[in-house]
């Protein structure tokens, strides 16, 4: 299980492992990422995802689709093939 740094707020060490993921080309664009998966993971509530997966939505590497899920953004896989 990931050891999480208790000086810092869970959600924002999870979208730095996911956004890291996305920098690396592990996950391409249109790639799902899902809130479940991330719960199973990271041993956290669905509100710590949601609020992980809403700052990479803010920062333009996700999109979420009401009712498909989120998914790599194409712009965000489009940088990282530079």
Do not use: C
């Not at 998966?37 to 997966?53: D, H, P, S």
């Amino acid at each position: 299980m990931f050891e999480f740094d208790p000086t810092r707020p869970k959600w924002h060490q999870i979208a730095e492992v996911v956004r890291r993921r996305i920098e690396r080309g592990e996950y391409p664009a249109r790639h799902l990422v899902s809130e479940v998966q991330l719960e199973n993971e990271f041993g956290v509530t669905r509100t710590t995802v949601r609020k992980a997966t809403a700052a990479l939505r803010e920062e333009g590497l996700i999109t979420t689709t009401p009712g498909m899920g989120s998914f790599v953004s194409e712009r965000a896989a489009d940088q990282n093939s530079d």
